[in-house]
């Protein structure tokens, strides 16, 4: 018997559906990682069809295939050198000039291909009319009319990709024609590219060339640097015809090869009344209005998440402490029996309390609003204040979720372009209050010392955040940021898309956290069977004590923290033996306590995020940058109110 | 007449002459420039030399704009969009 056993991979613009179209491929049976040592998402899923097992892997959503971002440069490794079976190009019917220009791109890189004409009744609404028939034609590649939301098309899509992979329909993908003097050049180069057996096809290298694509140029200097050299003066010329860069001269050209097939094949009839999404843009974009539409949005959010949160967590809690009879009948209440609740359980407990409650709430508004199209107008509204720390309007995204937990926040940096901003807008994410962090600001602070103070370290926290995060990009190498976005239809979000969305995300978190979370928590119990938790805070003494002025006993306190925030003060009032915290210190006392708890070190959740998606040094170098700058601030404002 | 972008009114439409890489730098330095990166980033979302774009509007407190190009809706840092040199009749 021979493996029927294939892979398609899905390629598109960003906003074009196509993860709805990978949920719907996929259902239940996904994966999502990230690709190997890269800060992107990978999703990958399984699906069975006609006797064949399909693995399906959903490329990121770009608009080109050069190497402005990590995602394109993945994308196009991906189709290039694991030579998919077959590319699924999804391509948004509404936009057809701009995802056009992406498909002429993917034709050139010469493989098997079928193109996802999507959101057709959007492009109805808007009152265009396409002939799918034509553009097949014109593609040379089979062309099937979808709407993902609605499941239409998806089976036809799934049957004609079969045909292609077993053979049965031939393609003829047509290459994008340049203009002649381009076209001279490409084959002149392609024809010494040939000889080399390098890993693309030829013409596509040439073109990269004469583009002057950073990677190529490097890879086939390694090969035969005369191909660079001789590339190099033909762009040169083409630069002195046309008064453009090479670069800028293909890709001109490329998008008018796109817009006259987009011209060919579509009738538009302009719309006479601007229809609702239009009108909800308008507001909701609007230079006065925008805002404070924007404020009651997030609030309303953050309210319904903690306020959901609060409910479940304690209810999660108390129900799984109720187990604990059980498993000391089960273990008893020696060393074993303390070891495997104390740790393993407790570890589980606080990972469980943490993610079910609020980690999933989060994820779900975060890609409920980022399939309806809100989330690029809260990056468009919040560009220029984001600027103001060296970021852009995007990095406000994964900010946002850093106040409810930073674990999120930290994935959400995914969104950032670059490297370097994914790391900057990190760094800044790992400095902002959590919801943790606001249980020990307003239940140490806020209920013993003043509301006033509790606001005010919240403040200091922001201009924190507002000095560090400027530091930070002036320190890190790189190019500028700027936001160049593209701001899609508002349009439902598909429910079962964001859910499915939200509940891999989730599993994601709890393979990544949970590990580190029962670590850590039999770690810390392993100390307190030993008796060590003493001597520790005895060792910890010239720090707790002599810098920053608090009881010797907060030192303990504060390694718990590491585990969750939250536990410095649950911690504070077992080990105080009173939650009545203004018999034991002054306040002073709570407000440097507080201080340090806010920005010590981000929770071991947070260093599990940070070292998967940056690696294990930078996440290192961030924990112990925090803990040092916790302690310097903790001992200024020390002496500063004992004045 | 051609003018920055974002001397634009809002509803403006201009015919895009050229894009700077960075300030000062000429068209024929390849790669050369900080901007580089995002230039080409520009070109690929359809912003092309003789593409018409149209502001629609920008966002206060000299925030981004909203530009309307190749019948999609992009959002265009300022910084970036001082860049963009376009053609304008008036």
Known sequence: MTEKKFTIALAGNANVGKSVIFNLLTGLHQHIGNWPGKTIEKAEGTLHFKGYTIDIIDLPGIYSLSTFSIEELISREYIAVERPDLVINIVDASVLERNLFFTLQLLELETPMIVALNQMDMAKKKGMKIDTEKLGELLGVPVIPTVAISGVGIYDLLEKSVEIIEGRHKTEPVKAKYGKEIEEKVEKIARMVEKTQFKYPARWVAIKLLEGDEEVEKEILKINPKIVSAAEKLATEIEEIHGHSCSTVITSERYEAASKIAQEIQEITPQIKPPMRERIHALTTHKIFGYPIMAVSVLSIFYFIFTFGDFTSSFLGDSLFGLKPIFEGMFGTGVVGKLVWGGVMEGIIGGVTVALPYILPFYFMLYFLEDSGYLSRIAFLMDNFMHKIGLHGKAFIPMMLGFGCNVPGCLGCRIMETERERLLAAFVVTLVPCAATTVIILGLVGAFVSIQWALALYIIDLLIIFFLGRLAFKALPGEPTALVMEMSDYRVPHLKTVLKQTWFRLMEFVKMAFPLIIIGSLVIKMIEILNLLEPIANILSPVTVTWLGLPAITGITLIFGVLRKELTLIMLATLLGTTNFAQVMTPVQMIVFTLVAMLYIPCIATIAALAKEFGWKKAYFITVFEILLALLLGGIAFRLLSI | ?90
């Open chain 2, 1 to 90: 007449m051609e003018l920055r972008l974002t001397e634009l009114r809002d509803g403006e439409s201009g015919i895009i002459t050229s894009i700077k890489a960075s300030q000062g730098r000429s068209w024929r330095s390849r790669r050369v420039g900080r901007g580089w990166g995002l230039k080409k980033r520009l070109e690929d979302m359809g912003l092309t030399p003789g593409t018409k774009v149209t502001v629609v509007k920008s966002a206060p407190f000299r925030g981004p704009l909203e530009v309307y190009v190749r019948g999609s809706r992009l959002a265009i840092g300022r910084g970036m969009a001082e860049r963009i040199f376009v053609e304008v009749k008036r």
